[in-house]
């Protein structure tokens, strides 16, 4: 069975930094695209970054383009978010997904974490 539990998330204000972690198992994580997405109540799901299997290869929403970082470890099945210059825009919930192909559409992606929530205060 499949697991993927994000972690990492809070309160913070805004220009603070957070890192964000995502942890996968029962799934080969070395062959898995991850991505990052986030939800804001009212919202749609929103793509925010994805970085390929060997890690060579990141690609990023414009919104964080510059601010967010994906980085992943896969002896460590774990894949990181880190985020700066937090904005009170960038409060929402913050999830990781799994997917097997190097894609923006959440669809694509076919393992998902229950999220964590990022509230930016001003």
């Known amino acids: 069975q499949v697991h993927v539990v994000e972690s990492g998330g809070g309160l913070v204000q805004a220009g603070d930094s957070l890192r964000l972690s995502c942890a996968a198992s029962?799934?080969?994580?070395?062959?898995?695209?991850m991505g990052w997405f986030r939800q804001a109540p009212g919202k749609e799901r929103e793509f925010l970054g994805r970085?390929?299997?060997?890690?060579?290869?990141?690609y990023y929403a414009d919104s964080v383009k510059g601010r967010f970082t994906i980085v992943r470890d896969n002896p460590k099945n774990t894949v990181y978010l880190h985020t700066n210059s937090l904005k009170p825009e960038d409060t929402a919930v913050y999830y990781c997904?799994?997917?097997?192909?190097?894609?923006?559409?959440?669809?694509?992606?076919?393992?998902w974490g229950r999220g964590t929530q990022v509230t930016v205060s001003s």
């Open positions: 970085i390929s299997w060997r890690s060579s290869s990141t």
């Open positions: 997904a799994a997917g097997s192909m190097f894609d923006t559409d959440p669809a694509t992606y076919a393992y």
């Open positions: 029962g799934l080969t994580f070395s062959r898995h695209t």
